[in-house]
């Protein structure tokens, strides 16, 4: 039986290389669609917008967009036709475009309420945006704000290959409920002790 949701996959900047929980996702989650922008080094706003556009627009089941770093910030900026397709967004590790030259493209952030649920995974550490500036952007989109302690830009690097955590918050996204929460860097385990809560 066909999943009444398709998942949209939506790396940032760069890409998700192998071994990144993206990508590991991609290959392991069952009709998961992976966005393919035409430049990952050089980003812009209007085609990469424009490519998660037409993916979200090609199918009229709805999707759950899980997004990283640039691909969160590409999210916030879709159009309303294909934003009325997203049931829900998993938004990990956003980006901030006003602090790197290369993604300044993507300013500035709209700062609009989202209109489906998403949830905001933030790190205390992250290099690429200060958890404070990742905190705005969930309370301007009415996301659910999840705060990693030490937990870097949530990828490969910061030590995120298959993210347990990040599957069970996929799977809250596809449920009714609604929570939010402080949990510790790379700790699975603690998502269960919170959702009893």
Request: charged share 25%; aromatic share 10%.
């Given at each position: 039986m066909?999943?009444?949701f398709r998942i949209v996959i939506v790396p940032g900047w760069r890409n998700s290389g192998p071994g990144h929980w993206q990508s590991l996702w991609a290959e392991q989650l069952p009709g998961a669609v992976r966005?393919?922008?035409q430049d990952w080094l050089v980003p812009h706003c209007?085609?990469?917008v424009g490519e998660l556009e037409k993916v979200l627009l090609a199918d009229e089941r709805p999707a759950v967009i899980v997004a990283h770093s640039l691909g969160c910030i590409t999210t916030a900026h879709l159009g309303e036709a294909a934003a009325a397709r997203v049931h829900g967004a998993l938004l990990v590790a956003p980006a901030d475009p006003e602090r790197r030259a290369q993604l300044?493209?993507?300013a500035p952030v709209p700062y609009a309420p989202l209109p489906y649920r998403s949830v905001l995974v933030a790190s205390s550490?992250?290099?690429f945006c200060p958890i404070r500036?990742?905190?705005a952007y969930a309370r301007a989109w009415g996301s659910e704000l999840v705060r990693l302690q030490n937990?870097?830009?949530i990828n490969i690097e910061s030590g995120y290959g298959a993210w347990p955590l990040g599957l069970a918050l996929l799977q809250s996204l596809m449920h009714v409920g609604s929570w939010q929460g402080d949990f510790p860097h790379s700790s699975g385990e603690d998502l269960k002790p919170a959702l009893a809560a």
């Open positions: 066909q999943s009444p966005v393919e922008q209007d085609a990469w300044a493209d993507f550490n992250d290099p500036r990742a905190g937990a870097g830009h």
